[in-house]
């Protein structure tokens, strides 16, 4: 009876041999390494290499340049599993002379075929075809997204969503007329992409979008039973965006404002000391089946859309900073807003006074306290994990929410905001469009522009003699006509 290990190592064999057989293509870009990271402008070239062990024939010969985005949805029964989605397809013209005439790359014969991409700062238009609620949708969808699933570290996204870059060369064969095509050999090398993504203008929250909390205000006690003593307002802005160098290694700085309204139920109550300020990153990864029309990190959590999306969070410490000290300042609270001094029972029904006569209850502070945290704060990518820019595509977008937390008082009472931040990429190439796509009238009117001047360029024509014979084929004008009729004709004798 033959032994299980010699039957697994002669079908290793068989099957090593069988695809030493099969005909395959090399790609090969120059100056190319493991970790290297390619950005909006960047150059990919090198060859394509194919080598076979028989003939094959073919009819044509394809290197492209091609984004990927795909999806899996587990467990969601009503819509599709899997979806695939092409956003970027660029075509290499292939020379002639690169590629047997005969259209057959012939048995032990080595053909080289070079090709030559630029990374793209934009996507072409019919990238994103389907509807979108504003044109700023639109304009996210229409950026290129970065590489996801393919850093060979954390890139802080779920299994289900993919977005792949690779430069793709094939050779198909129609058997017969009308039939479709199919590949008879074919080879890709993938590669890295952390496409240019410039600063945004900060986002307009409001209280319709859920997942950020800009502002909260929470009572102060010296303790657990103590009467209050005042109201503590924290509110805070979106940071600038912390923007990584082209190749990802280096983020610029960014800081957390924080700006502290502290409003005392007596003048002579000091406002409460700020412990510590600490920070969380937010990492949240939208996808689903279908494209969608709107912003997955806006609006209410549980709207419902007819694509909705999935979404997987990770979080990152960034900083827990004690603080020293606080300069605070006095402020006058605004006459217009303080209160009257004076409530009526049935609109305090916690008042202690007799139904139907005026209470005077205590007067509001007149004054405020207010003060200012910065907090500097970067984010780094490491060989275990990175951070990817914020993007929106048709398929996947990824956002970020940075996580306050400020300690207050004797009781370390908690007050959480979470706020938006962008995480974006150095420009390194310039855009040949300026940052923009051009329009279908910029279009038409440079064509139409171009069109007239052709029809208004000057001509040298040679000059004809009195008396050469007229070859002009168009009708006389008005003042031919009138010339003709001034010349006195001879009588016939």
């Given at each position: 009876m033959p032994d299980a290990n010699d039957t697994a190592g002669r079908a290793a064999a068989r099957s090593k041999a069988a695809a030493a057989l099969k005909p395959t293509i090399d790609v090969i870009i120059d100056r190319h390494y493991n970790s290297k990271v390619y950005t909006s402008g960047s150059v990919i070239a090198g060859r394509t290499i194919v080598k076979t062990v028989r003939d094959i024939a073919f009819?044509?010969?394809?290197?492209?340049f091609t984004g990927i985005a795909a999806t899996r949805l587990d467990f969601v029964q009503q819509y599709p599993s899997h979806s695939f989605r092409p956003f970027l397809k660029l075509r290499m013209p292939i020379s002639e002379d690169d590629v047997p005439e005969d259209r057959v790359f012939k048995a032990g014969k080595t053909y080289t075929v070079p090709f030559h991409f630029v990374v793209p700062h934009h996507l072409p238009i019919g990238a994103c075809k389907h509807q979108c609620e504003v044109d700023?949708?639109?304009?996210?969808?229409?950026?290129?997204p970065p590489t996801i699933g393919f850093w060979g570290a954390d890139d802080q996204a779920p299994?289900?969503?993919?977005?792949?870059?690779?430069?793709?060369?094939?050779?198909?064969?129609?058997?017969?007329?009308?039939?479709?095509?199919?590949?008879?050999?074919?080879?890709?090398?993938?590669?890295?992409?952390?496409?240019?993504?410039?600063?945004?203008?900060?986002?307009?929250i409001t209280f319709r979008d859920e997942r950020y909390t800009m502002a909260k205000t929470k009572t102060i006690r010296k303790n657990l039973f103590s009467a209050k003593t005042g109201k503590l307002t924290a509110a805070s802005t979106q940071p600038e965006a912390v923007m990584f160098s082209a190749d990802g290694r280096d983020a610029s700085m960014s800081a957390a404002h924080i700006n502290l309204e502290f409003v005392p139920d007596s003048v002579d109550t000091a406002p409460p000391k700020i412990n510590s300020v600490s920070a969380k990153l937010l990492s949240t990864t939208f996808f689903g089946a279908a494209p969608v029309n709107y912003l997955p990190n806006l609006g209410p959590r549980t709207a419902y859309h007819g694509n909705p999306c999935l979404n997987y969070t990770t979080t990152s410490s960034i900083f827990n900073t004690p603080v020293d000290k606080v300069s605070w300042r006095q402020e006058k609270v605004d006459a217009g807003r303080r209160d009257s001094g004076y409530s009526s029972s049935h609109l305090s029904p916690d008042s202690d006074a007799v139904p139907g006569k005026m209470a005077r209850k205590k007067a509001a502070s007149p004054i405020k306290h207010v003060a200012t945290l910065d907090v500097p704060f970067t984010i780094t990518n490491t060989n275990r994990k990175i951070f990817l820019p914020t993007f929106h595509s048709c398929l996947i977008s990824r956002t970020y929410v940075l996580q306050l937390c400020v300690t207050v008082g004797p009781t370390n009472t908690t007050m959480t905001l979470s706020v938006p931040v962008q995480v974006g990429v150095e420009t390194i190439h310039d855009d040949p469009q300026g940052g923009a796509l051009p329009s279908f009238e910029s279009v038409m009117a440079r064509d139409e522009e171009a069109e007239a001047d052709n029809y208004l360029r000057p001509r040298i024509r040679r000059a004809a003699s009195d008396d050469a014979p007229q070859t002009n084929s168009l009708l006389p004008g008005y003042n031919e006509l009138s010339r003709r009729a001034a010349i006195q004709v001879a009588p016939v004798a």
């Open positions: 009819d044509h010969f394809d290197i492209v700023s949708v639109l304009d996210q969808h229409l950026r290129l299994e289900m969503a993919q977005i792949e870059y690779a430069v793709k060369a094939r050779a198909v064969k129609q058997e017969q007329a009308g039939s479709p095509a199919t590949k008879v050999m074919e080879g890709q090398h993938v590669v890295k992409v952390l496409p240019a993504s410039p600063e945004d203008a900060p986002l307009d």
